[in-house]
């Protein structure tokens, strides 16, 4: 088999690796522009008995009067509240605000499974793509810059253009 030129290898790790990066953007994007956590996925609420604590079996008893199918596995502690069953499927987020306690029945859509994934929280496999596209990024762009830095033509603009976004960053970062 003939080896892959530069060119061939960064074309074949881009186009690879190209739907990880474009679900790291549109999450980041939708993230950043303020969209709800539950974009997309279907949220029942139930107001429930307040005096009932963790692990919440009263009000699961409850849930189940009132028809709700409740996930399987155990409560367990989530951002100071509890959750029953896990984050891709559906679930139960127990949460005590004040003196009232209510449940969501959560079935999340594509927008919150896809978050997690951004957050390297949707198992094995996004986990190493996400490792994966980073690295092929950082690879992409070096390798990127070696190849174009044989034009000399080129080289004074990829030096401001490296500069002016040094520079951006640095100045969003001392704005923190």
Not at 29 to 34: A, N, Q
Not at 43 to 55: F, G, I, K, R, T
Not at 105 to 126: Q, R, S, T
Request: one cysteine or more; glycine letters at 10%; proline letters at 4%.
């Amino acid at each position: 088999m003939k080896a892959l030129s530069s060119h061939s290898l960064h074309l074949v790790l881009s186009l690879f690796f190209l739907p990880m990066i474009m679900v790291y953007a549109v999450t980041g994007l939708l993230y950043m522009g303020g969209v709800d956590q539950h974009f997309t996925s279907r949220v029942a609420v139930y107001e429930l008995n307040a005096s009932d604590q963790a692990p919440y079996a009263d009000s699961c008893r409850e849930l189940e009067r009132r028809g709700v199918v409740l996930p399987e596995g155990k409560m367990r502690p989530f951002k100071g509240n509890h959750i029953l069953g896990p984050m891709t499927d559906t679930h139960v987020l127990f949460l005590r605000k004040g003196a009232s306690l209510r449940a969501e029945v959560v079935e999340p859509g594509i927008y919150p499974k896809l978050m997690l994934a951004h957050k390297g929280k949707a198992g094995w496999l996004f986990t190493a793509l996400g490792y994966g596209a980073a690295l092929t990024l950082v690879v992409l762009y070096v390798t990127g810059i070696l190849l174009m830095w044989r034009n000399r033509r080129k080289r004074k603009l990829m030096l401001l253009s490296a500069a002016l976004g040094t520079a951006a960053v640095a100045a969003g970062y001392l704005m923190l």
